[in-house]
């Protein structure tokens, strides 16, 4: 099974509400946000977004210009649908592997690129290293990287399929010197089921010539 093909099965067969990773509210990451002094129209992207609440969150709080990107066609038509009506025209609902150069075109530069949960399904290097040239493509000079991933302590499978687990110098390190991180974090995600699972959250800045 591809990994569209598995994502989208996963996306059918369950609950949202049941996932292993779903967030009623998603604090850090919409707290890590806030931090980042941005304005309602600057441009966001949420990679791997899948249902998240983020997006609701974001739209709440005034943002207008929001693309959710995800490999799975069935996770956007799900949150699509929890969108309100009037909201629709600022969220950009792109299905695409985050690894291809293909989808970039469809975008413009962003203030801030959100992952929570996608870096760490990356196993192969070639996976990596095209993860951060998407990044740098999409990326404006003084714009915002947001991250959350397995930190080290956590499993190292999830949804059946192998992860990454990482630690924020390991996602310093995979970034490069191009990127300034300005505050990280551990947190300990509650499961629907109960279960926990230990997470590293960090924020970036992406150094070079800001643009006024």
Known sequence: MDTANHWNSVYRSSPVQSLGWYEQYASPSFDLISRCGLHSDDAIID???????????????????????????????????????????????????????????????????????LLHFLIELSDRAAYVDRLREVLKPGGYLVIGAFSLQAADRCSGLLVR?????????????????????????????GDTRPYVYARFQRLGDVHP
């Not at 249902?51 to 929001?66: I, N, P, Q, W, Y």
């Not at 629709?88 to 989808?103: G, L, T």
């Not at 924020?168 to 089921?193: A, C, K, N, T």
Request: aromatic share 10%.
């Open 165 to 193: 687990r990482y630690s924020v110098e390991l996602i310093s390190d995979l970034l490069g010197e191009d990127f300034r991180l300005e505050e990280s974090m551990d947190y300990r995600y509650h499961m629907p089921s």
């Open 47 to 117: 990679v791997g977004a899948g249902v998240t609440s983020l997006v609701k969150s974001l739209l709440e709080a005034g943002f207008r210009d929001l693309t959710a990107l995800d490999i799975s066609s069935e996770a956007l038509d799900r949150l699509s649908q929890s969108i309100p009506v009037e909201w629709q025209s600022f969220v950009r609902y792109i299905q695409a592997d985050i690894r291809s150069p293909e989808w970039i075109k469809d975008v413009g530069e962003m203030a801030l690129w959100h992952d929570r949960a």
